[in-house]
């Protein structure tokens, strides 16, 4: 691909993010500005900003990539992404928008009248806040290094430098501003060149079905595998081989491996001629999330259908950059059509993704070897068009996927600098620590962690670390919320056990999983997918402890419960 459009076009998406925030630095006054938008965000502009920062680099990059390798099961992603707002709608939005909170953590302490329910609330804020920032960076390394060819690092640096400088400068008045137009903009990097693929692919002579066969390789194409790789072939497989297989050196002849399994070492070249069926990876022998999730899903299909539903319906309430944006609208009212709005908007671009994972089956199968399928929303483009409309589009493209970093990078540092700011940065005398002078430290803390975690440790692929925050989301806040807005009997000591229980054995299920220590079988698929389990548990642990703690149930509960169930008017009088 031509860098000599993608830099200017990455350029000008930097340039616009920062113009944007700079107009909500003029009209950001107060401490309410920056921390919720004086709470006067309408339903539309709210509505664009929530899916703009929601929109991250898992369903710019990521869905096309899980639909690449893994097939249509796979569109169960974005139905759940956008099913989880629905789920939010019915019994959050509303009652959340009322608690008066600013924060998660806010919400727990007028809920509950306790600072440790408080403080463990922050913990998992910032914990989910964090894994989440992860992806983002590293989605930015990737696109920067796909298609320029700059060090893996420095996409994620520029992220993380205007992320920063526009969140501390106008705090949630002036990324509400920058969301809602780079929402606009994912749309339409995404939409104007799926109509031009779409176009080339009708005309070229291509498959008509992706999925109807197994993919083949169109044209001889070379892949470089980055990573030791282990095929598995059914039938005999002739290809020419630059490097070793199964121990064996062979420096650029044409040999013929039999059905079987075999191993290529990292660094080896392989050379398909054109019409030779893509060989399957083997990814039990490669390691990492995506490998086990793939496994997992084979294994037990059904079970590991139901695990992904769960977590991304009841994951999304939790999420801490997309709960405080409705802390942002004039009353309940407004947060429930904000909702809507937002169904509405993710429907229309989770229609896109997927689309590009069956195109790039068709055209770059061989992203299935070497792990890098994410970039098919980025290579496209140029392998199905090629010449300078290619690279038009490309660069289009390329803008779309770092305005993704960009917008959920900004919500989510927006939710953890809050938190830190006044929960862990130091307070003057008995007043949280809410100063701006204050919340900037804290935006440039929360940014720190993931950027350094993003440099240090290795490759990942972006559902990964999302598909971890969403299930430590919805076996975390999804009780706290759901039993604090509608269960009056709700105890601190039941919801810190219930986060504690429920949070903490989804984050263990699936940090095993990544480290390859679930083995197989059963208790691998429990481990891989641990929604189905781990939310029941922490629901089931708020509800027995706080039955057996009933004394400790905190005074004033009626008319907490009356503020957030009641018309704004109302709930005030209830709770004089």
């Not at 309940?332 to 689309?355: N, S």
């Not at 830190?420 to 002078?437: E, K, N």
């Amino acid at each position: 691909m031509n860098s000599a459009y993608t830099v200017p076009a990455l350029a000008l998406v930097v340039v616009a993010t920062v113009l944007v925030g700079a107009f909500g630095l003029r009209v950001s006054r107060t401490t309410s500005d920056f921390y919720v938008a004086s709470r006067t965000v309408g339903p539309r502009l709210n509505a664009a900003a929530i899916s703009g920062e929601y929109l991250s680099a898992a369903s710019f990059l990521g869905i096309a990539g899980l639909v690449l390798v893994q097939g249509p099961d796979m569109l169960w992603y974005p139905v759940g992404y956008t099913a989880g707002h629905l789920v939010l709608l019915l019994f959050v939005a509303a009652p959340l928008r009322r608690s008066g909170a600013y924060t998660l953590p806010d919400f727990a302490e007028a809920r509950l009248a306790s600072q440790g329910v408080r403080r463990l609330a922050g913990g998992f804020v910032v914990g989910v806040g964090w894994l989440y920032l992860l992806p983002q960076l590293q989605g930015a390394g990737l696109t920067l290094a796909v298609l320029t060819g700059a060090p893996d690092a420095l996409g994620g640096i520029v992220v993380a430098v205007v992320v920063v400088a526009t969140v501390a400068a106008g705090g949630m008045r002036s990324i509400t501003f920058v969301q809602a137009f780079q929402y606009w903009l994912k749309l339409t990097a995404l939409l104007v060149p799926v109509l031009f693929l779409a176009l080339a692919w009708q005309g070229d002579g291509a498959p008509r079905r992706a999925f109807a066969e197994p993919a083949a390789f169109r044209e001889q194409r070379t892949v470089r595998v980055d990573a030791t790789l282990d095929l598995r072939l059914d039938s005999p497989l002739t290809v020419t081989v630059s490097g070793a297989v199964d121990g064996r050196a062979l420096h650029g002849r044409p040999v013929t491996l039999p059905a079987g399994p075999h191993r290529v070492a990292r660094g080896t070249r392989l050379t398909f001629a054109a019409g030779t069926a893509v060989p399957e990876a083997d990814r039990r022998g490669t390691g990492g999330m995506s490998a086990s999730l793939a496994t997992g899903r084979e294994e037990r299909p059904l079970y590991a259908t139901y695990g992904l539903i769960l977590a991304t319906f009841l994951g999304t309430m939790g999420l801490p950059h997309v709960v405080v944006r409705f802390y942002t609208s004039p009353h309940g009212v407004a947060a429930r059509r904000t909702t809507v709005a937002v169904l509405g908007l993710l429907g229309a671009f989770y229609l896109l993704p997927p689309l590009y994972g069956a195109l790039g089956r068709l055209y770059a199968p061989e992203l299935t070897l070497t792990g890098n399928a994410d970039a098919a929303v980025l290579l496209l483009p140029d392998r199905v068009l090629g010449g300078l409309g290619g690279d038009l589009l490309g660069a289009l493209v390329a803008g779309g996927a770092f305005a993704a970093f960009l917008s959920t990078a900004s919500g989510l540092t927006m939710a953890v600098a809050g938190v830190l700011t006044q929960d862990v940065l130091p307070s003057r005398g008995h007043l949280p620590a809410r100063g701006v002078r204050h919340f900037r430290l804290g935006t440039a803390l929360a940014m720190a962690v993931p950027l350094a975690g993003s440099v240090l440790v290795g490759s990942l692929p972006v559902a990964d670390a999302v598909g971890l925050a969403f299930a430590v989301s919805a076996s975390s806040f999804c009780p706290l919320l759901v039993l604090g807005i509608w269960w009056r009997r709700l105890t601190p000591p039941g919801a810190a056990a219930g986060m504690l229980v429920g949070g903490g054995a989804a984050f263990a299920a699936v940090t095993a999983t990544m480290a390859g220590l679930a083995g197989g079988g059963p208790l691998h698929a429990l481990l891989a997918w641990p929604a189905l389990w781990s939310v029941p548990l922490g629901f089931l642990t708020m509800v027995l402890v706080s039955l057996a703690t009933p004394g400790k149930v905190p005074a004033g509960t009626a008319a907490v419960l009356a503020r957030f169930h009641l018309p704004e008017e109302l709930g005030a009088e209830a709770g004089a």
